[in-house]
C-alpha cells in the first residue's frame, strides 16, 4: 500500500479511538496495514503529541486554509513533516502539507519559545519538570474577614517585602525569597515567590486569606456579580469559588451552591463557616435535575459552572500517557464533554440568567472551546464576551469567537492549565455579529448593565475585565 494509505488509515484509527470503537492495538492490528509496526508508530507518536499538534495546527489556520483537510488528518501529517522522518510519498496530501511547511515550522518555533524550551521532546512535557512548587503562590485577600491593606500590612511585619502591583505576569515570574507583589489582573491577589507555604499561617487557617491558584479564581472575578443578585455556584464543592462569590457580594443577595458529592459538601461546609460566608444555600443535588422554572431560581441572574473534568491542567496530574491511557483518556473525555454539554445548556435555560461563567481545569478542546461552541449553537440568545484583554492566552482558534475565551498555563500565565468563557445574554434585537463585534474587537467594548451604572472607584477596580 502507498504511504498516502499510512496516513489516511493512521487518522482513521484516531477517529475510531475517539469514538470508543477499540483499543489503539486493536484497531491497528484490524486495519490490515500491510505495514503494522510503521502504523503503530506513526499513531502512537501522533497520540503522544496529540496535544502539540493541535496547537500548531489552529495557530497556523491551516484547517481555515485546506477547508477538506480535518483534523485527524492534519495530524498525523503535521507529525511527520515536524517531528517524524518527513512526509513519505508524493502529491496529494504531501503536495498540499509543503505549502505550509514554513508557517508550520515557524508555529512550532514560537510554541518552543513559549515555553522556553529548545528540543521538540520537551514540548511533549510542556510542564516537563514544572510542579506546583514552581508556580508562584497565590494568596486571595478574603474581604468578609479583613482588608488588603491590613494582610499586606500582616505580612510586611512577618519579614516579607511588598514590592506593589505587578504590571505583568512576568514580574511575577521573578519573585524570589520573601517578596511579594499584588497581581496584575486580580486585585484581590497577593503573589509569592514559588515555594511560600501558609497552610500553618494564622491568617489561612483562620479564613483571612485563601490559598487558591490565581486561574482558579478568574471565574467568579469574571462573572463579577452586582451586589444583592441571586446567584447559581452549579459545581461548587469544595467551595473556593463560592467564597470568592460571596466575597464579590459581601454576603448580599444569594447564592445557591449545588454538588453531587456529600463528601466534598462537607468540606465545603468547614470553609465556608471558616471564610464567614453567610449568603449561600447548599443542596447535596445534581444541577442537571434543579428545575429552572422553579419560583426559587426565577431571579438567579448568575451562573457559574466549574463542572467536573479531566484535570489535565493540573500541573502535579500531568503526566506523560502512554499510549494506551492515552486513548481510554480519549474515551473519558468524550464522555465529560457531553457532560459539560448537557451543564452549559441547562445553565443557559434559566430564565432570568444574563451572566454565565464556564470554566476547566482542562487543556483539551473537547472540554472547552468546543463545550463552548457547541452552547452558543444551540443558544443564540447569548454571546461571548471577550475578558481580560491584556490576558495574552486565548481560546485555541477553533471558532469565530474563540478568542474571548481566556486559557491558562505555567509556562504563559504561571498558574495551573485552566479555560474560562463568559456568555451573556444578548439585548433584545442585537444580532450575532453585531454583539461579537462589540464583545470581542472592539475597543468601544459593551460593558455589561451593571458596569455601566457603577460608581467610578468601582469601575475602576473592575475595569480591567472585560
Ligand atoms: C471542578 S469541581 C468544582 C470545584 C469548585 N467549583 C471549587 O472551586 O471549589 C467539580 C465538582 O462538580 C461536582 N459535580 C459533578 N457533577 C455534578 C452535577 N451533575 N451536579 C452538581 N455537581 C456536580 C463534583 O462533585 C465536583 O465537586
Known amino acids: 500500500m502507498m504511504a498516502a494509505g499510512l496516513y489516511q488509515t493512521a487518522a482513521g484509527i484516531l477517529e475510531r479511538t475517539q469514538r470508543q470503537q477499540g483499543g489503539v492495538k486493536t484497531l491497528v492490528y484490524n486495519s490490515k496495514y500491510p505495514n503494522i509496526k510503521q502504523l503503530y508508530a506513526l499513531v502512537c507518536e501522533t497520540l503522544r503529541y496529540s496535544d502539540v499538534l493541535q496547537e500548531i495546527i489552529s495557530s497556523s489556520n491551516l484547517l481555515k486554509e485546506e477547508k477538506k483537510l480535518k483534523m485527524n488528518l492534519a495530524k498525523v501529517l503535521v507529525y511527520d513533516l515536524l517531528f517524524g522522518k518527513g512526509l513519505k510519498g508524493s502529491g496529494g496530501w504531501k503536495a498540499t502539507l509543503q505549502k505550509h511547511r514554513a508557517r508550520l515550522q515557524a508555529e512550532l518555533a514560537r510554541l518552543k519559545i513559549r515555553r522556553k524550551v529548545s528540543r521538540n521532546e520537551d514540548l511533549l512535557a510542556p510542564l516537563a519538570g514544572a510542579s506546583e512548587a514552581l508556580l508562584p503562590r497565590y494568596v486571595r485577600v478574603n474581604p468578609l474577614k479583613t482588608s488588603t491593606d491590613d494582610v499586606i500590612d500582616y505580612f510586611k511585619r512577618q519579614g516579607y517585602t511588598y514590592l506593589g502591583q505587578a504590571s505583568s505576569v512576568q514580574e511575577l515570574g521573578h519573585l524570589s525569597g520573601k517578596q511579594f507583589l499584588t497581581d496584575c489582573h486580580v486585585p484581590e491577589l497577593l503573589v509569592f515567590s514559588p515555594r511560600t507555604d501558609f497552610h500553618q499561617d494564622f491568617l489561612y487557617r483562620s479564613g483571612h486569606i485563601i490559598l487558591q491558584d490565581k486561574a482558579s479564581s478568574l471565574p467568579a472575578f469574571l462573572l463579577d456579580p452586582p451586589l444583592g443578585s441571586h446567584v447559581i455556584d452549579a459545581c461548587a464543592a469544595p467551595g473556593n469559588k463560592t467564597s470568592h462569590l460571596a466575597a464579590i457580594l459581601k454576603n448580599t443577595g444569594k447564592i445557591f451552591a449545588f454538588d453531587l458529592d456529600t463528601k466534598r459538601l462537607a468540606t465545603m461546609s468547614t470553609l465556608l463557616l471558616r471564610a464567614g460566608v453567610t449568603c449561600h444555600e447548599m443542596a447535596n443535588q445534581d444541577f442537571l435535575q434543579v428545575e429552572p422554572r422553579d419560583p426559587k431560581y426565577m431571579s438567579v441572574t448568575h451562573i457559574l459552572l466549574d463542572p467536573s473534568c479531566s484535570g489535565s491542567g493540573i500541573v502535579d496530574r500531568l503526566n506523560q500517557l502512554t499510549d494506551d491511557e492515552k486513548s481510554s483518556c480519549e474515551e473519558r473525555l468524550l464522555a465529560l464533554a457531553a457532560f459539560q454539554r448537557k451543564m452549559l445548556g441547562h445553565a443557559l435555560s434559566f ?20 463545550v463552548v461552541q457547541d452552547a452558543l449553537e444551540r443558544n443564540g440568545t447569548f454571546r461571548l464576551v471577550s475578558v481580560l484583554p491584556s490576558w495574552t492566552q486565548r481560546g485555541l482558534d477553533t471558532f469565530s469567537d474563540a478568542a474571548c475565551c481566556l486559557r491558562a498555563s505555567p509556562a504563559e500565565t504561571l498558574t495551573n492549565g485552566f479555560f474560562v468563557a463568559l456568555l451573556q445574554r444578548k439585548r433584545e434585537g442585537e444580532d450575532c455579529r453585531e454583539a461579537f463585534s462589540m464583545s470581542c474587537n472592539s475597543a468601544d467594548v459593551e ?16 475595569g480591567n475585565r472585560v
Do not use: F
Not at 440568567?353 to 472547552?368: A, D, I, K
Not at 460593558?447 to 473592575?462: C, E, I, N
Open 447 to 462: 460593558l455589561p448593565l451593571k458596569r455601566v451604572s457603577a460608581s467610578t472607584k468601582h469601575q475602576k477596580r473592575k
Open 351 to 370: 430564565p432570568a440568567v444574563q451572566c454565565v461563567v464556564y470554566s476547566t481545569c482542562s487543556l483539551h478542546q473537547q472540554e472547552n472551546e468546543d
